[in-house]
């Protein structure tokens, strides 16, 4: 159980489009979900939270304008990377977080595999 | 603030060699420390945790140690096996809200 999706695992994109990116809870409802950077060689960076139903709360440095984040329903969260530049090429992970059985609350974050966005 | 400090990789070691990955941090508050691996193509996923100072966690004969006087929190294992080879992340968090991550150590095992 608790098993949390990425989709796509790799995206190359032109420089100035956008991309999005889907974070999925397959076998529980994700209250909050977290999206992460990673640059290579580098620790997981916390980019964002965000509440089923709520707007996302950034980290500081984080442009909410250029990473659009929308978590609509318990099992989807989407980040969409818009005018997509050669800096925004990284590592982008999610995880989510929720009740993974009946009656019970969990703090645990369940990680997704990560998804490779090259921007040429 | 918080942040976490792990050794750098690739780790290399023979299978059944003696683990040790080094993880410090500085922290405000009490917060509680983990050990995440991610096998090649998968997500992260939680190795063990402790919540409190000289806490052990355990998982799958990996250990670690909550040590607040050294602000440390080594992961060992007294003898990998090949399917060990895996990056792992140190983590912190106070709230289990916001997690702050360990650059990864890449440990491969060799037969």
């Known amino acids: 159980g608790a098993v949390v999706s990425q989709h796509p695992s790799w995206v190359i994109c032109k420089s100035g489009t956008s991309v999005k990116i889907e974070c999925r809870s397959l076998d529980f409802q994700a209250t909050t979900m977290f999206w992460y950077r990673q640059f290579p060689k580098q620790s997981l960076m916390l980019m964002a939270t965000?509440?089923?139903?709520?707007?996302?709360?950034?980290e500081q440095g984080v442009e909410k304008d250029k990473f659009l984040i929308n978590h609509a329903s318990l099992t989807l969260s989407t980040l969409t990377v818009t005018s997509a530049h050669p800096e925004d090429s990284s590592f982008y992970i999610c995880?989510?977080?929720?009740?993974?059985?009946?009656?019970?609350?969990?703090?645990?974050?369940?990680f997704g595999p990560g998804t490779r966005l090259t921007v040429t | 603030g918080n942040s976490v400090t792990q050794m750098e990789g690739p780790v290399t070691l023979s299978e059944e060699a003696f683990l040790t990955i080094n993880c410090t941090y500085t922290?405000?508050?009490?917060?509680?420390l983990f050990w995440y691996v991610q096998y090649p193509g998968e997500g992260l996923q939680l190795l063990l945790k402790a919540t409190k100072a000289d806490d052990k966690g355990s998982n799958k004969g990996f250990e670690a140690t909550y040590r607040k006087e050294t602000t440390s929190f080594h992961l060992e294992k007294g003898s990998v096996q090949v399917s060990d080879s895996a990056v792992y992340f140190c983590a912190l968090s106070n709230n289990f809200n916001k997690f702050y991550f360990g650059s990864g150590t890449k440990l491969n095992v060799k037969p």
């Open positions: 922290a405000t508050g009490y917060p509680s």
């Open positions: 995880s989510a977080r929720g009740p993974v059985g009946p009656g019970t609350v969990s703090y645990e974050q369940y």
């Open positions: 965000s509440n089923e139903g709520s707007k996302a709360t950034y």
